[in-house]
């Protein structure tokens, strides 16, 4: 299970212990829904979603997700983060529809921390899951959900 429970009845949530980071670089999570294949956050939703008796589960849908701790030294490797949150929320806007300098709305796995930079798995639109580096000051924090998953099989494939 990839999805744990906090006291406030939070859950955050950890990559699916069964996917092998190094085996991920240079695929796509696809859906069906060109809409959402290849998003960054259909991809941290099948990487970190739950698998029960083969069947693997998203982690639950972006309107459900609120803002959690920032990322900092302390965070769980494999944790499922995201940057660009407005009010505790996360927007899931088009990369279109952010102005010039602002911090676009972004999902991926943590990896590593330092004090200057994070690392990533990620991908980008239509992109290939890679490991990427950020500045810290970009406000990453952990995802937290208010279920464990969604109630439905993923639709979701590596590609």
């Not at 809409?35 to 029960?52: D, H, I, K, N, Y």
């Not at 803002?67 to 769980?76: F, I, P």
């Not at 927007?91 to 911090?103: D, V, Y």
């Not at 000051?137 to 208010?146: D, P």
Request: hydrophobic share 35%; proline share 4%; aromatic share 10%.
């Amino acid at each position: 299970m990839a999805a744990f429970k906090l006291a406030n009845g939070s859950y955050y949530y950890l990559i699916r212990e069964s996917l092998v980071i190094d085996k991920l670089i240079g695929s796509s999570i696809t859906h069906p829904n060109p809409r959402f294949s290849g998003q960054c956050a259909t991809g941290g939703q099948f990487l970190a979603g739950t698998e029960m008796s083969g069947i693997i589960y998203d982690v639950p849908s972006t309107r459900t997700w609120h803002q959690g701790q920032l990322v900092n030294e302390s965070t769980r490797y494999g944790t499922l983060i995201a940057r660009g949150w407005q009010d505790g929320a996360y927007p899931n806007r088009p990369a279109s529809s952010h102005g010039a300098n602002s911090i676009v709305n972004h999902v991926g796995i943590f990896l590593e921390f330092d004090k200057h930079q994070i690392r990533v798995l990620d991908q980008f639109v239509g992109g290939k899951i890679n490991i990427r580096s950020y500045p810290v000051s970009e406000g990453w924090s952990q995802v937290l959900g208010t279920s464990a998953h969604d109630s439905a099989p993923s639709k979701s494939r590596i590609s």
